[in-house]
């Protein structure tokens, strides 16, 4: 199985999600996909669309642990399952760094998604500093953020983020792709995703990569031609 992720972050607004997911189902439709690949999208809480379409599926970026409740700001599972929603981005560099998500907490999302039955795409990823002190801290630090997780849950995808190669326009060499994901293949037997810069251009040569079965693409998801130029490429 090849999965194609594309995570809009807080981009695009509820109508252009709309034209963009009827593009890309009629899209997907010509291109005949395989049973083998698998397609999510995850908009912004404010773009969520009903997850009905024939072939890709609507995720969501975040949510809180709780089936509803006083926690302003967030949505819990009661608003997911409207949208038939089942799918749940954990652990983003961008929740760990920005918004000051430890692992305790991470831990709590994961188990309490993983208990109602969600496909979770787990990010990791180190910054530039762990990458410079060699593999044995990368794994260590790897390693750290897979603790408490249940990496044997049937629903689990790993998505390797390196923090440094995200937004900048700088993805990781193949070599440290492969490394890295071989290393990962050694904590889990889940999908392993490689994202950071994915692109029409690199997308192709990281699919090919060794221990990749899929990528988890930001900015280049928000185009449907460049978003569909790396489905392709997974053919």
Not at 64 to 86: D, H, K, P, R, V
Not at 116 to 143: H, M, T, W
Not at 145 to 173: C, F
Not at 195 to 211: D, F, H, K, M, Q
Request: proline share 3%.
């Amino acid at each position: 199985m090849t999965i194609i992720a594309g995570n809009f972050k807080a981009n695009l607004t509820r109508i252009q999600v709309a034209t963009f997911a009827k593009e890309l189902d009629s899209i997907l439709t010509d291109m005949q996909t395989s049973s083998h690949l698998q397609v999510d999208i995850f908009p912004s809480h404010t773009a969520l669309l009903t997850n009905n379409f024939k072939h890709f599926h609507i995720g969501a970026q975040n949510a809180y642990f709780a089936q509803n409740g006083g926690f302003t700001g967030e949505i819990g599972l009661s608003q997911l399952q409207e949208f038939n929603i089942n799918r749940l981005i954990i652990g983003h560099s961008e929740r760990r760094t920005l918004f000051g998500e430890n692992q305790d907490f991470i831990n709590k999302k994961f188990r309490f998604y993983a208990e109602a039955g969600f496909e979770i795409y787990y990010c990791i990823g180190e910054p530039l500093s762990v990458r410079q002190k060699g593999k044995n801290a990368l794994k260590d630090f790897l390693g750290t953020q897979l603790n408490g997780i249940d990496i044997t849950y049937p629903k689990l995808i790993i998505a390797y983020e390196p923090i440094w190669a995200i937004g900048t326009g700088e993805s990781a060499t193949l070599e440290q792709i492969e490394s890295t994901h071989s290393m990962l293949a050694t904590f889990t037997s889940a999908p392993l995703l490689y994202g950071g810069s994915v692109n029409p251009t690199n997308a192709r040569e990281i699919l090919c990569t060794p221990y990749v079965n899929g990528v988890l693409v930001g900015s280049a998801s928000l185009n449907i031609q460049s978003f569909t130029d790396i489905i392709r490429a997974s053919k």
